[in-house]
């Protein structure tokens, strides 16, 4: 698929087909984040694959934002790998799980799987609820599967902004 034809028909699935992702698309898409850029290419990220029967349902007790697709990506970072910014205040840590996440649910859709981008969750008791370590931060649930035969995007998503409303020249 063209990229600007990924990026034009990616939307955010709320419903799924009870059909198994193949294992080769979902190695595809996990490459994707593999191969993702993070500050000073430390890659922090941490990807864990959830599709077991007993873990979605774990997954579905810590969010309410959930469509029943059959995996979940749970999408944290090391806070031990990370770049801080001059001055100590800010670092990559988050920036470069979001940036990891995009490139996985833009290869989702390029393998013909859908997404949807779930943050309706607590990042401390998922982590401790999933057993991660401590170093781990939870950012985001990524949601993965073929859209059901009636999912369509909400009818919020064709509506954008224009470019002069977000993007300034200097």
Not at 131 to 140: A, I, R
Request: glycine residues 6%; contains cysteine.
């Amino acid at each position: 698929m063209e990229f600007q034809q990924v990026i034009k028909e990616r939307y955010s699935c709320r419903k799924f087909a009870d059909r198994p992702i193949e294992e080769e698309r979902l190695n595809a898409i996990l490459e994707a984040g593999r191969l993702a850029p993070t500050a000073k290419n430390l890659q922090g990220q941490r990807i864990y694959v959830v599709r077991s029967p007993e873990g979605l349902a774990k997954i579905d007790s810590l969010t309410v934002c959930r469509f029943g697709a059959p995996v979940v990506l749970v999408v944290a970072h090391d806070k031990n790998e990370l770049f801080v910014y001059p001055g100590g205040k800010y670092d990559s840590g988050v920036e470069d799980a979001v940036i990891v996440a995009t490139h996985m649910m833009l290869a989702a859709k390029d393998q013909g799987i859908d997404s949807c981008w779930l943050n309706l969750l607590d990042p401390d008791v998922v982590a401790q609820e999933l057993g991660l370590p401590e170093s781990e931060q939870v950012v985001m649930f990524l949601d993965l599967g073929y859209a059901a035969e009636d999912a369509k995007p909400a009818h919020k998503h064709f509506s954008r902004k224009e470019l002069a409303e977000t993007v300034k020249y200097l």
